[in-house]
Structure formats: structure tokens, C-alpha cells
């Protein structure tokens, strides 16, 4: 069984930071994308940023040059520094992860159980 297990979410004043962390666990033989998309009330959930196993990011445009996205393989962590958070910023942020178990012949898609960004002005 895989999870995904997220931290860092949290109450922010606009202009400030946060960092989410999402850790993959279980009986994981290999990882390619992961990435974070995000859901705000009365919305549909959206791509934030996304890295391939070889360290390829994409970023959604509106958050291009104040999010960071990064991994460390060795842990089967993903992170997401966020730098000048606006209150539109505000959500639940999901993190996901193409996995490979031990179990299973192909990749699937993994998801965590969402941490809360809230960003005030």
C-alpha cells in the first residue's frame, strides 16, 4: 500500500511564506511525476506545479516566479517552497505522485488528503 503524507499548510499574512512537504510511503518500487494542484471553495482543482523524475518542473502561470517546486528521491519527498502568497492563494493544496508499487505492473496516480493554505490581507 502507498500514501501520501503532507505538512506545512497553514495561516499567512500576504507577502509571507510557506512550505508544504509531501512524503511518499509503503511498498513504492519506483516514482516519476510528483507534483501539488490545489482547490479553492466553489472551484475546480488546478495544477500548481509538477517535477519529473528528472527534475523537469512545470508551473502554472500563476504562480511562475514565486512558488519553487523540488524532490528529494532519496526520501520520496516533494516540496513546495511558496514565496509572496496572496490572499488568492488561499486553498486546499493536494499533493499527488505517479507511483509504481511492488504490487503492480504499471504507474498509478497516488493522492495525499489535502493541507490548508490560508492566506489573509
Known amino acids: 500500500q502507498v500514501q501520501l503524507v503532507e505538512s506545512g499548510g497553514g495561516l499567512v499574512q500576504a507577502g509571507g511564506s510557506l512550505r508544504l512537504s509531501c512524503a511518499a510511503s509503503?511498498?513504492?518500487?519506483?516514482?516519476?511525476?510528483m507534483g501539488w494542484y490545489r482547490q479553492a471553495p466553489g472551484k475546480q482543482r488546478e495544477l500548481v506545479a509538477r517535477?519529473?523524475?528528472?527534475?523537469?518542473?512545470t508551473y502554472a502561470d500563476t504562480v511562475k516566479g514565486r512558488f519553487t517546486i523540488s524532490r528529494d528521491n532519496a526520501k520520496n519527498t516533494v516540496y513546495l517552497q511558496m514565496n509572496s502568497l496572496k490572499p488568492e492563494d488561499t486553498a486546499v493544496y493536494y499533493c499527488?505522485?505517479?507511483?509504481?508499487?511492488?504490487?503492480?505492473?504499471?504507474?498509478?496516480?497516488?493522492w495525499g488528503q489535502g493541507t490548508q493554505v490560508t492566506v489573509s490581507s
Open positions: 499527488n505522485a505517479n507511483i509504481r508499487s511492488q504490487d503492480t505492473w504499471g504507474f498509478a496516480d497516488y
Open positions: 517535477i519529473s523524475g528528472s527534475d523537469t518542473t
Open positions: 509503503g511498498r513504492i518500487s519506483s516514482i516519476n511525476f
